[in-house]
Every structure is written in structure tokens, then in C-alpha cells.
């Protein structure tokens, strides 16, 4: 019995009354939505610091106000989906590699309070010329491009870390998809910011957002292959409701690219492209995390491929 | 995609985790040949531990209306009715050698005892839920009207004081027993021999194995099916097993993300 080069484990198995056997999370839809807003903040983070460099003030701006915002949202959903709100500073007490929730939050520590001082520094050419603020307006500059690149050299950490902290867990179909995550969701947050950006951007400074998002797609689209040939552990990603969102989130990854390419000419085309874009990004987190749950929830996927596994070494030592 | 399993090698979790001279590991054997489905050790361990009750849930499967390990509770009497047989079993956090629980708290609220047991400070704990989907055996849980993780903690305070933990003290068949892990493992042993002897070939032990997946229970079992008829993972690994494997996955997948975008604002003429 052989899917895609993976063999199928046998789909009869007794269950306790079929009950789950491991607890699916209990997080809200907070945390997919804290997966896409951190996306985009890791995302605009790296655009606005290549617009700096390249001397493209309006995306730089665009870039650096998006990130402000969207790491603030992110903020948000993580404190809101806790039990305990409150103490949402006890994660500060310790750092723990073997937590990628603890390393995403110092990465959050560091990336959020870069992010912030690189958008706020964009209001020096308002303030004015004399006094505190004169000296103010003269430091924002050169201040906004240390804090961009500090932020910009967080982002690829922030973006990918997600996929970790959602792999390390016994939840069947996230593990499993530990090695394509990462790379799924570098796709999903460049994907996403680039269409943020596209919308807020003219045209004119547009340039490296579309070739930024052909690169996105193919990630993107690379990655979500190999998450859909698992074997047994992916069907959560190909039927029912992560499926739906799975498959709608891929359409308008594309039509967003091919838009994108084909609307430079057209700034109502190269928006609609980047909403396009925008909504693919949030469309895919959210498939990430439903089928996940479905894993979770059903205990054939906890219990064939581990059954498998033991038949397999049962068989290895008899070899 | 096959991969070999690289087993944990045996180990003391307690002196692992920085403890001195610490006292002997101590778990739980849970016979379940001896169990007879009285559930008193649930209630004790309600009682003892100030557990909520859950109010009264019908489930209409069985005798069993508990369901589950909960954050409500924190023994679980299974009753598995089939045309062979009549099984029940006290299920329990098993505080796993590994436990993924522990290795993924960003909080530090769980934490490894002296006595190689894993618990969670309430003070500490801030609901961020992570341990719930980490571990393998679906034990730890949020209640959710404190937004706080709870399982049981292998009464930390009455062993602490050389007492019994409420579930073994109050089980009137001794099918949970309390004591030094290295002793109930050579119990459990004479055991299964005895019922191999006697005509019980299905006798196994469940989690005494300190190469397997999670480096051995602390909590372990005498099954008379599979584990998966008893709502048990057949072989559970501690997810941060691959957590290396993981990092390095993510880190070249930051990698890609840097170099596409030098590459986006580099590689063009507009
Ligand atoms: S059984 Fe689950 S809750 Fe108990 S120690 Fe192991 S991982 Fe933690
Ligand atoms: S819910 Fe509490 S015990 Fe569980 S991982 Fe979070 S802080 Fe730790």
C-alpha cells in the first residue's frame, strides 16, 4: 500500500470509545491569527530595511509603519489568548531553548522594540528645525536605520520560529510537518508583506516587492506540496475545512503573483493584487492550525503511524 | 520517509536536572489486573487536592463518566467492555523521564522534583498552553474558568512528608502502587512472569522501559490489551526528541528568507 511513495498504515485500529488520545490545543483564533500578523511585521521588517538601502523612502515608510503595526497586533493575540493574561511577564523569567516559545519570545523582545523605534523615527522630517527637536529631527534618520536593521535582522527568526513552536508538539500533523513548516511560513509572511506593501507603496518604488513576491510563491508553494504528501498525517491538510482554506489561500497566492506581474502599469490592479496577497497569507495560517486540530481530535492519526513504527522496528530486528 | 528512533539512553531526571544527593525516584506501578473499577482512587484524589468537580457528565459510553484525564482529573478510571473481556485500568500523568510537558513550559512553571516527578507551580503558570498539545498521552489540561495548566502531581506534598500519594493510599486492591521506581519495576517484572505462568500471555508492561520514546514512565502499567484499547499511544515520543532537527530547519529556512529578499531588491532594474 503505497500514497505517494509513503506507505499507508492499515485504517482499522481499536480505540477507547474514540476518544482523542493526545488533548488538541486549547489556543484560540488568536494564535493563527498572531502566525499571520508576526508574518507581516517579519516581513515589512525586511522590506522597509532593503528600502532604506536602496533609497526608497515611501516603501521604506510603508515598510516600517506595517511592521509597527503588525507586531503590535501580534502582541496583542498573544497576551489576549492566554489563561492568565496578567501574567503574560512570567515568560520573561526564564529563556529555554527546548522552548521555541520562550525563544519566540525574546526574539519578540528584541524585534518589537527595533520595529517601533525604526516607524517613529519617520516622523523626524515633521519636527521642527530648532531646539531639542531640531536635534531630534537631525538623529532620526541615522537612528531608524540602526533600529531597521536590528528589526530586519530578527525578522527571518520571527517568521520562521512559528513553524517550530507549532512542529514541537505531539499534535500528529504539525510534527510530522516539522522539516516544510518553516519554510511555508518564510513563504506566507513574504507573501503577505509584499502585498501589504503594494498596497500602501507607489508604483514607482514597487519593483523589488514583485520580484519578492514570484520568490514568496515559490516557497510558498514548494513547501505546501511536501506538507501534502506525508502519507496518512496529511489528509488534515487535504480534506474538510483546512483543506477548503488550504486550497483557497494557494488561488490567491497565484492570482495575487500573476497579478502583481502583469499590474504594473495599473495601481488599482497591483492593490488588488496585494489584497489578494494579504488574504492568501491569512488563509494559509489558518489552514496550518485547523488541521492541526483535526490531527489532534481524531486518534487514527496519533495511533497508525505509530503502530506503523513499532511493526517496522518489530520487523528491523527480525531482519 | 523512515527514520530510526534514537532511544533515549536510561537516566536519573532528578540528578539531570541539577539535584544533589537527591532521594529515590518515585512513581506509580498501576496493576490493572487487580483493578476493580471503584474509583475510589479518583475520589481520593479529588479530595486530597482540592480538584473541582466536574458536575454531573453522563457520557452514556460505559461506567465510565470521567472521560479522560482533565484538568478536573487527575485519575481517570477506564472501563473497556468487549466480547473477550472486561478491562479497567486508573490512568495518570505519567511523568515521563522526558517529558515534553516540562521541556516546552516557557514560563519555567513546570518544574522536576527531587523525587523525579513533574509538576506544575500554579503561582508560576500563566495559561500559555503550550504544554497541552506537547504531551504524548493528552494528560495535562487548562481548566478553563482559571486559564491555568493542572495535572497531577504525584501528591508532591504528602511524599514530601514520607506519605502515601491519596490515589494508591485509598486503592482497596493495591493496583496502584506507591514506592521506589527501581523496586516497582522489579515487581512489575515478577508480575507479568507470574500471569505469563499462570495462562495470561496478554500480560504486558506499558512505560517500564527506560529505552523507549520518553525515556521510561515514572507512572507505568500492567495492560491486558494494547494501549491504544485503553486510549494509550502505542509509542509515544517526546516531541522535543526532533527539536534540533527542527532549529536547523528553520534556520536555513531564515536563510532563504534573508537571500530572497537581497536578491528581490539587488536582482532588477525598477
Ligand atoms: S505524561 Fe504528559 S503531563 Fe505527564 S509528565 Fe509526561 S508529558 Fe508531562
Ligand atoms: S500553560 Fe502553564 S504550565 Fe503549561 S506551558 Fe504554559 S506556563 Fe507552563
Redesign the interface.
Known amino acids: 500500500m503505497s500514497r505517494d511513495g509513503v506507505t499507508v498504515p492499515p485504517l482499522n485500529f481499536e480505540s477507547y470509545y474514540g476518544r482523542p488520545i493526545i488533548k488538541a490545543p486549547v489556543w484560540r483564533w488568536d494564535i493563527p491569527a498572531y502566525l499571520f500578523t508576526g508574518g507581516l511585521a517579519a516581513g515589512s521588517a525586511l522590506i522597509a530595511v532593503g528600502a532604506d538601502l536602496t533609497g526608497r523612502s515611501a516603501l521604506r515608510r510603508s515598510g516600517r509603519l506595517a511592521s509597527l503595526a503588525a507586531v503590535g497586533a501580534s502582541t496583542y493575540f498573544l497576551v489576549h489568548d492566554l489563561g492568565r493574561p496578567a501574567r503574560f511577564h512570567h515568560m520573561l523569567r526564564v529563556a529555554k531553548p527546548t522552548s521555541p516559545m520562550s525563544v519566540g519570545t525574546w526574539i519578540l523582545a528584541v524585534f518589537g522594540p527595533a520595529a517601533g523605534a525604526a516607524a517613529v523615527s519617520e516622523v523626524g522630517p515633521w519636527l521642527p528645525r530648532h531646539g531639542l527637536f531640531g536635534l531630534a529631527r537631525r538623529i532620526a534618520p541615522p537612528v531608524g536605520r540602526a533600529a531597521g536593521v536590528v528589526s530586519a535582522a530578527m525578522a527571518p527568526a520571527l517568521a520562521t520560529y512559528t513553524g517550530v513552536l507549532l512542529a514541537d508538539t505531539a499534535v500528529p500533523s504539525w510534527h510530522e510537518a516539522y522539516p516544510w513548516l518553516p519554510f511555508l511560513f518564510s513563504g506566507s509572511a513574504l507573501a503577505g508583506a509584499a502585498g501589504l506593501n503594494l498596497v500602501a507603496a507607489p508604483r514607482a518604488e514597487a519593483g523589488p516587492l514583485r520580484r519578492l513576491v514570484v520568490a514568496a510563491a515559490g516557497l510558498e508553494l514548494a513547501a505546501g506540496r511536501r506538507v501534502e504528501r506525508m502519507g496518512l498525517v496529511s489528509d488534515p491538510y487535504r480534506t474538510g475545512p483546512a483543506g477548503v482554506l488550504l486550497r483557497a489561500g494557494r488561488a490567491l497566492l497565484v492570482a495575487g503573483t500573476v497579478g502583481a506581474l502583469l499590474g504594473r502599469r495599473s495601481r488599482v490592479v497591483s492593490a488588488l493584487s496585494g489584497v489578494a496577497l494579504l488574504a492568501s497569507s491569512a488563509a494559509t495560517r489558518f489552514a496550518v492550525f485547523q488541521a492541526g486540530l483535526t490531527s489532534a481530535r481524531d486518534p487514527r492519526y496519533t495511533v497508525l503511524p505509530q503502530r506503523q513504527r513499532l511493526t517496522e522496528a518489530a520487523a528491523a530486528a527480525d531482519n | 520517509?523512515?527514520e530510526t528512533?534514537t532511544r533515549y539512553e536510561p537516566g536519573e531526571p532528578a540528578a539531570a536536572a541539577g539535584y544533589v544527593d537527591a532521594p529515590p525516584r518515585m512513581g506509580f506501578f498501576t496493576d490493572t489486573t487487580l483493578c476493580i473499577g471503584c474509583k475510589a482512587c479518583e475520589v481520593a484524589c479529588k479530595e486530597w487536592n482540592q480538584v473541582p468537580a466536574t458536575g454531573l457528565d453522563l457520557l452514556g459510553?460505559?461506567y465510565d463518566n470521567t472521560?479522560?484525564l482533565t484538568a478536573n482529573s487527575w485519575r481517570h478510571v477506564?472501563f473497556?467492555e468487549t466480547d473477550a473481556h472486561w478491562l479497567m485500568m486508573s490512568d495518570v500523568c505519567k511523568h515521563c523521564t522526558r517529558a515534553?510537558c516540562l521541556?516546552?513550559?516557557?514560563?519555567?512553571?513546570l518544574f522536576r522534583t527531587e523525587f523525579g516527578t513533574v509538576v506544575v507551580q500554579e503561582d508560576?503558570?500563566?495559561?500559555?498552553?503550550?504544554c497541552?498539545?506537547?504531551?504524548?498521552?493528552?494528560?495535562?489540561?487548562?481548566r478553563r474558568d482559571?486559564?491555568?495548566?493542572w495535572k497531577c502531581t504525584l501528591c508532591y506534598d504528602r511524599i514530601g512528608a514520607g506519605m502515601t500519594p491519596a490515589c494508591a493510599q485509598a486503592c482497596p486492591t493495591e493496583s496502584i502502587q506507591y514506592g521506589p521506581l527501581d523496586e516497582l519495576r522489579d515487581r512489575a517484572q515478577s508480575r507479568v512472569q507470574l500471569l505469563h505462568d499462570a495462562g495470561v500471555p496478554e500480560a504486558r508492561l506499558y512505560g517500564h522501559d527506560p529505552a523507549d520514546g520518553v525515556g521510561g514512565d515514572g507512572a507505568f502499567f500492567l495492560l491486558l490489551?494494547?494501549p491504544?484499547?485503553?486510549?494509550?499511544?502505542?509509542?509515544?515520543v517526546v516531541?522535543?526528541r526532533?527539536?534540533p532537527?527542527?532549529?536547523r530547519?528553520?534556520?536555513?529556512?531564515?536563510?532563504?528568507?534573508?537571500a530572497?529578499?537581497?536578491?528581490?531588491?539587488?536582482?532588477?532594474?525598477?
Open positions: 520517509m523512515t528512533i459510553m460505559s472521560g479522560a477506564a473497556v515534553a521541556d516546552v513550559c516557557p514560563t519555567g512553571s508560576i503558570c500563566n495559561g500559555c498552553g503550550y497541552i498539545p506537547a504531551c504524548p498521552y493528552g494528560v495535562i489540561d487548562q482559571d486559564g491555568r495548566a490489551d494494547e491504544e484499547v485503553y486510549g494509550l499511544p502505542p509509542d509515544p516531541t522535543t526532533d527539536l532537527r527542527m532549529w530547519r528553520a534556520g536555513a529556512a531564515a536563510l532563504v528568507m534573508a530572497v529578499t537581497v536578491a528581490a531588491f539587488l536582482g532588477g532594474s525598477s
